[in-house]
């Protein structure tokens, strides 16, 4: 058995969905640690596609337990209707579990996050406009709601009372808004608990039941490394710890649970939103990776910024993370490309480093190193093992492996959870065993 962490390497989207869902097959527990509705983790199984903002990629499995931690943040009506497609799919969701200590997303959160990325101007973050930013800033401030609060009709509708008192003022006087009326909010959420009530519990004693059971866990990240508040391109990051240490926080467990780390990126590089992006193509090379990799965000439908691989944010991805291996997708995105290029270094003030810059204005500065490599200009979508692909598209795997010094373990060729080889399940593989940094297949 493993408890394998599944984190996103780079800006988010990396395909956390497909390989969660992929890894599942193995897993009995999937926790999603933190984030919300935010995410959109995106699976295709057998021609269907199923687009997930808070829900656990392993609930396409009848038999996995799906948990949404402590650590994320819950819009009530958004996971209601996301419920209510998969209950109309037929998929069961009565596996599902939600933490009773996470946060709740209120409309005031939404409200805020929309006007202050519009008082920003040009200092917006781009952020996804779901109050994601809000609600994690009422939870360090003390003020938040949490699901159990929800589930006890009383001292919630106290609790909103005089919570909208405060939030009305910001609304009114700082964003010239029209005030929320408490009863109203409270009543609708409390129609939201009733929906919920079943599948809220204490999970984190549900977790620490599956690790003394020796259960195969799966934490579910959202997001990627450099939307990380602490470890990201702050401030142009999100309010959560997408990293792997966040699924401590995110799910109550201790840092010995857990056994490896895989780390999802693309086989280029993709940013949603504002923010400094060394590898960015604003030329024929980036429409072209954006119309066949369809980079629209699957929560917001806005255009996703594209670029060549990142091996500097690789490098770094793999130490804050404490990567194990790796799982490279969209490969088949690049199947066109004469040439492919790989940033190996950054130019920061005419100096070279292949470092990650700490600093913010650093980072805004950097100029991409490029080292070309020939594309392979053939269809990879069909291949099912190392041994199909042609010779170029094996040796750009070999020189990402060893750039970023890690083991490449699934390589992805198409969303569907079919067009995948699977070097070594990383459940059941050994740690840090599956691909050598040489790229040789062990
Ligand atoms: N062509 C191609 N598409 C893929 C592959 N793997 C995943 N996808 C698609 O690429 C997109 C990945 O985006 P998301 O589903 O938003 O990724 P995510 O990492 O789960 O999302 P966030 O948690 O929101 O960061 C989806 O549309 C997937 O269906 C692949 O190997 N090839
Ligand atoms: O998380 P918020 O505050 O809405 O946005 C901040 C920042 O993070 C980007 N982002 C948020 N969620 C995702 C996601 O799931 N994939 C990719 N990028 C995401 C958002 O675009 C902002 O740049
Ligand atoms: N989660 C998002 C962000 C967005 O939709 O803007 C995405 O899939 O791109
Ligand atoms: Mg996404």
Redesign the pocket.
Known sequence: MANVVVI?AQ???EGKGKITDLLSKSADVVVRYQ??V????TVVVKGQTFKLHLIPSGILYPETKCIIGCGTVIDPKVLIEELDRLVALNIPTDKLLISQTAHVTMPYHRSI?LASEEVRGTHK?????????PTYMDKSDRVGIRVQDLMDAESFREQVAWTIVQKNEILEKLYNLPPLDPEQVATEYLGYAERLRPHVVNTSVEIYEAVRRRRNILFEG???TL?DLDHGTYP?????NPIAGGACIGTGIGPTTIDRVIGVAKAYT??????PFPTELEDASGDMLGERGAEF????G?K?RCGWFDGVIGRYAVRINGMDCMAITKLDVLDEFDEIQVCVAYEINGERTTDFPNSGRDFAKCVPIYKTLPGWKQNTADCRSLEDLPKAALDYLKFLADLMEVPISIVSLGPSRDQTIIVEDPIHGPKRGLLSADGTPV
């Open positions: 996103g800006w988010g989207d984030g919300g935010n995410a959109g983790h996050d973050i781009g952020t996804t406009g779901r109050g994601i930013g959202a997001q990627g939307l142009y990051v999100t309010s959560s993709t940013r949603v939103g504002e923010g965000g699957t929560t917001t806005r996703r």
